[in-house]
């Protein structure tokens, strides 16, 4: 059930995807010429200002694995917080992950203690928790090839680094080193030629020569890098605001992704002649136009790559807004997507009406209904192939928490006896660069970047 509700969650994600902002067609030149300037020029972050920054990056056996991002918050310029998420893909050690994505979750502190003309250096501690493994296999002189795996579900590990960072006045670049220690114990697998246990890595049923005093995994040594954005102060804008439409001013100048919630559409729309693109899950791209001020086209294709059935998905649609009364905004959508799995497939070709209320004055939150009607067919991998009409509803709602940080909440009603899917996370806008991190169904991690010219 899991399995289909992630290949549906891939067909439904791509309806009515759009990526971008939309601004007034009376936008002036000049509000547009301002901005921000994205270079990694050594120019020091202001000394009194603090800072919250944004990071994606990735390593070898880094705290919080292969792939995360983080948020950075500096009160000053000595000193730094912060937390983030990652994932690992275990190869051994736990049946049930190999081959999938396994969540780390940490929170860190950095000092900056030498610092010349842009550069910083200084000691990091972090502290990560998520399962973790460690497998490796052994030729003992006249014995058959034994394997042993070491587990922790979860791992809590503290690491102690170094880090170098290039800071500039939006981005930064920041390498780190170090080496990690898991503080808790593991369970052990061991499999011989006759032999199979699970349990404790004591226990005498493995052989004395793999009770190691440290067990393989337990000290990692890691190197990462991450790129960061940052934001100087709740007073930075990053895009000067358009002058016109009241309701919408902010929202579009800040958020490259205020047309869409996480994969349901708004009846926002993007501005015409910019174009945004957004990584679903960093291997689905999706591109939207905007072709005029109040008409946008949007098309994707790309592949769930973490998926064990490694679904590939496509989309496209058209969107133009009909009407604007205050705070509600008014959008016809018509569109189709799919996903075909290696023995199911789904598809549905629809339109409909999406209603948008901007919730403040800004337009910064809003709540969303789309309501899709149209023919769907469905071929799951056990059962027969169906075809039928039906209305895909997807309420949303995105949330103005902080200055940057967005609440992102959304539900998918799909026909017939589908199950329900629903999505909520977080998302920090920078100026054209957006993140997203969310789970779907509270259990599998989603993710998404955009950025838009």
Known sequence: MMRRAVELAAALLTLGLAAAPRASA?????????APTLSLEAKPAPASAST???????GIGSPLGTGFIDGVFSPNRWLSFGAGMGFIQPEAGIAAYIGKIVPRFGAFARG?????????LGPVLTFSTGDLARGETYMRPGYAPESVAWSWQPGHRLDAGVGVELRGRRLSARVEVGVGYVLNGPTCTYQ???TWFGGSCDSPEIPASYHFSTVPGRVTPYVSLALGAASFGPDAATVDEPTAEPGVVRARAEDPRVDDAWAAPTALTQPKGRVTVTLYELFLPNVTVGVTDRLQVTAGLGSFYFSTSRPLAWDASIKLEVARLSHLHVALLAGGAGVKADYSSFYGVGAGPVVSLCIDEGCESLVSTSVLGGNFHDDPDEGSPNDH?????????????????KLVAEAHFPPGNSELLWIAGLRVPFGPLAVDGGVLQGKIPVGSVTWRW
């Open 192 to 194: 011989g030629q006759l």
């Open 26 to 34: 009376e936008e002036p030149a000049a509000a547009t010429a301002a």
């Open 52 to 58: 919250f920054r944004l990071e994606l990056g990735g």
């Open 112 to 120: 900056h203690l030498l610092q010349r003309r842009g550069l910083a």
């Open 389 to 405: 009409a039906g209305v895909l509803v997807s309420p949303s709602a995105v949330i103005s928490l902080v200055h940057h940080v």
